[in-house]
């Protein structure tokens, strides 16, 4: 039985067709390290390291190249950014739809938070903003667009909420849409942290930081270590990026990310195209199944090509696996990695059933799922 991959929101898959290659000619021909070596292989390699960056740059609206860092993925970014920014002496604005990649950070640094609430469709509120801010308050730290139920947030609306605090906005962009912008410059944010592993099509391994001046300057980083420039000092350079690239890059899969991006851009609208009709194909036929509900935004406005569902009637995780059973679906049940949206949406704890195309789904994937979604639930009696 071929499978369904549906799972996107986790890490796309297929990746860019051309990252394989890239990756492996790499490896093969080209992978010595940047920084350290003073002959032509490495300042090859250092080149198109800082060509990735330069595109990153671009796509995020930084004021230059080097206001782009890498790291691990987009956990380990938004950890830096609030482990090197906040104490608990501060605190700081989260919306109610975050990921534990926020959350978990602030419980154990112990920094005081408060949740923004957030409407039937998981949408912030954003006439509440200000009676939630006080003397402490110091940032708003918001994911761009939800892993649990596919909700864009109005991110432009909230930055301005924040300069007019004199707050810092730092995004989340782990579920970044390529059907929407956000731009540092243009939406006034002050960071964002990204990875490259989920809409941006590249190999896990991944991610980083795009900065503001005033963020890059304040913000400590965690990672100490070499970096190949200033090795007479024993501290950190203050200069961007290496401030915070201690060690060694996951340089293979940077140059898997660029050429990803390269795809992307070549194929930007017939991606958005497919992964919209896809997506627009499965909700409708959700929409008008009585046996399930969907969680989060019920139209195509405002959304990613993350769909929720809960089965009120059924065990969702007893749901799932009769769907890889029956149809070889591969998607996600449980809480997604965000309790606190749960919470918020109304399905803590037994979280929901999540599907996500992508650019490769086909109009034949979807239906042989809606297929497979009718017969498991003609076949599951109701608990």
């Avoid at 021909?29 to 032509?40: C, E, F, L, Q, S």
């Avoid at 679906?329 to 979280?351: D, K, N, S, W, Y």
Wanted: glycine fraction near 8%; hydrophobic fraction near 40%.
């Amino acid at each position: 039985m071929s499978t369904i991959y549906l799972d996107n929101a986790a890490t796309a898959w297929p990746k860019a067709p051309t990252v394989a290659d890239a990756v492996a000619s790499f490896i093969t021909h080209d992978a010595v390290n940047t920084g350290r070596g003073a002959y032509d292989r490495a300042w090859e390699t250092a080149g198109r390291i800082d060509e990735c960056r330069e595109k990153l740059a671009t796509l995020f609206g930084a004021a230059e190249s080097r206001n782009v860092t890498f790291t691990l993925n987009v956990t380990h970014a938004i950890n830096t950014l609030i482990a090197g920014l906040f104490t608990s002496a501060d605190h700081v604005l989260v919306t109610a739809m975050e990921h534990n990649a926020v959350m978990r950070p602030l419980t154990h640094l112990a920094i005081p938070y408060s949740l923004i609430p957030c409407d039937e469709d998981g949408r912030i509120l954003l006439d509440e903003i200000p009676r939630l801010i006080t003397k402490r308050t110091r940032a708003i730290i918001m994911g761009q667009a939800s892993n649990v139920t596919g909700t864009i947030q109005p991110v432009r609306e909230v930055a301005s909420i924040g300069a007019h605090y004199g707050l810092l906005t730092i995004i989340d962009a782990a579920q970044l849409p390529l059907s929407s912008t956000l731009s540092l410059k243009d939406d006034g944010i002050d960071a964002i942290a990204f990875t490259g592993h989920k809409s941006l099509l590249g190999p896990q391994g991944v991610g980083g930081m795009v900065l503001s001046e005033r963020v890059a300057r304040t913000v400590t980083p965690w990672a100490y270590g070499g970096t190949g420039s200033k090795s007479d000092l024993l501290t950190m350079p203050e200069f961007l990026p290496d401030k915070f690239e201690a060690g060694t890059q996951n340089l293979p899969g940077i140059i898997g990310l660029s050429v990803a991006m390269d795809y992307i851009q070549e194929n930007k609208e017939a991606i958005i195209k497919r992964e919209q009709e896809t997506t627009e194909r499965l909700l409708s036929y959700f929409l008008s199944e009585e046996r399930l509900q969907v969680v989060g935004p019920k139209g195509m406005e405002g959304r990613t090509s993350v769909i929720s569902v809960d089965f009120p009637f059924l065990d969702n995780a007893q749901v799932a696996y009769e769907l890889f059973l029956d149809g070889g679906i591969e998607i996600r049940v449980g809480l997604h990695c965000a309790p606190t949206a749960h919470q918020a949406m109304g399905t803590f704890p037994r979280g929901t059933v999540r599907f996500s195309p992508g650019y490769a789904t086909t109009d034949e994937e979807i239906d042989r799922t809606i297929e497979s979604c009718r017969r498991v639930l003609d076949r599951l009696k109701p608990q």
